[in-house]
Structures are given as C-alpha cells and as structure tokens.
T-cell receptor, first 115, second 115 residues
Framework: AQTVTQSQPEMSVQEAETVTLSCTYD???????LFWYKQPPSRQMILVIR??????QNATENRFSVNFQKAAKSFSLKISDSQLGDAAMYFC????????????FGEGTQLTVNP | NAGVMQNPRHLVRRRGQEARLRCSPM?????VYWYRQLPEEGLKFMVY????????ESGMPKERFSAEFPKEGPSILRIQQVVRGDSAAYFC?????????????FGQGTRLTVV
C-alpha cells in the first residue's frame, strides 16, 4: 500500500521569505502523480501544484515549485515570496496507476506566515 | 460553472440518529469520491462512485456507512446509528475522468458533530 509522510506538523515563515515543506512517499508503482493541496480555514481543498512521476522537470506554478526526487521518493514544496494568504494547512497527496482514482494524503503541515 | 456543492455545511446529530450528507459534483463530472478528515489528521479515502455504480468502497467502514450516486440527483453518504467517533469533516470530490493525473475538485465539506 502507498503511504505519504509529512514530517513537519507546523512551519512558520516571515512574509516575503521562502519556505520549503517536506513530503516523502512509499510506492512500488512506476506511474503515478503527486499533488500538493492547500486547505485554508474555510476548509476548501485547493490544488496548488501537481507532478507527473515520469517527468524529470520539476513543476512550477508562479510562486510555488516542487523539488521532486524520484529515487529518494521525496516531493517537497517551495513557496517563494510568502504572502499572508499562503497561511493554511498543506497536504501532500499521491495517486497511482493501480490505486484507481483515490488520493492518498499525508497528515498535513500547518503553515503560519508572520507579517 | 458551479463548483462541487456539499450540504449541509454543518450537521449535528445525537448518538443513534442517521446522518445524510449530499454532494452535487461539478457539471459534466461523473466520478465522485468521498473522504473523511478526522480532527488533526489528513483526508482518508472512503468510496469512489460513478453514476449508479460503486467502483471502490475499500475505505468504507463495513457497518453503518453506505453511499450512492443515482442516475439523477446528488451523491449521498449515509451514516446510520451515528457514534461520537463519526464526528469529522466529510469531503466530496469530483472529476470528469479517471485518468491518473486528472484533477479532483473538492467541495467545502460537511462537518458532522455527534453529541
């Protein structure tokens, strides 16, 4: 079974600084996708970024980028120029070729942005 | 195009009562997933449905829980004889296709409190 681990329950960053959230996963599949979701206090789950396992190039979406290390099964999220609106719970998630459409989530990292 | 709609947003039930949670997927989406989020935890997969069919219910508790997605109308997650441990946020997500990388769009969740 696939597992996703986020080892940082809480992180904080100063406004305009950069922060990196860690995520590791365990799988025996070769074809899969990795996602980062943001959950603000409203509880709405918002997709931040996704990475295809067979693509070596790291995904980037504006201020958000990932460091995908397939051999190490690591998928960290970097937030540059942090803004107050980035404060939220961040979840790393996995979806594999044999797991149907289900997403497997990590336990989350609560990010605080200090003004 | 309205997003995934869940209702109610908040539901309070006494122990032993039934809880019915509704989810209307985005227009054009025929794949629906239910997840449960216990306090301070990540989302856990419960069930995956297509119209009139349960595709994967491997995450559903064996007793008291059921789900349906009829040809017409919303998907329903039903919890019979609720207990305190059922208190959680229940999220519905939908996608237009089963492709591994397809984005799942989430509703805002229903927070169930059992008193």
């Amino acid at each position: 079974a696939q597992t996703v681990t986020q080892s940082q329950p809480e992180m904080s960053v100063q406004e305009a600084e950069t922060v990196t959230l860690s995520c590791t996963y365990d799988t025996s599949e070769s074809d899969y996708y990795l996602f980062w979701y943001k959950q603000p206090p409203s509880r709405q789950m918002i997709l931040v970024i996704r990475q295809e396992a067979y693509k070596q190039q790291n995904a980037t979406e504006n201020r958000f980028s990932v460091n995908f290390q397939k051999a190490a099964k690591s998928f960290s999220l970097k937030i540059s120029d942090s803004q107050l609106g980035d404060a939220a719970m961040y979840f790393c998630a996995y979806r594999g070729e044999t797991s149907g459409s289900r997403l497997t989530f990590g336990e989350g990292t609560q990010l605080t942005v200090n003004p | 195009n309205a997003g995934v709609m869940q209702n109610p947003r908040h539901l309070v039930r006494r122990r032993g009562q039934e809880a019915r949670l509704r989810c209307s997927p985005m227009k054009g989406h025929s794949h629906v997933y239910w997840y449960r989020q216990l306090p301070e935890e990540g989302l856990k997969f419960m069930v995956y449905l297509q119209k009139e069919n349960i595709i994967d219910e491997s995450g559903m508790p064996k007793e008291r829980f059921s789900a349906e997605f009829p040809k017409e109308g919303p998907s329903i997650l039903r919890i019979q004889q609720v207990v305190r441990g059922d208190s959680a946020a229940y999220f519905c997500a939908s996608s237009p296709e089963i492709r591994t990388g397809a984005e799942a769009f989430f509703g805002q969740g229903t927070r169930l409190t059992v008193v």
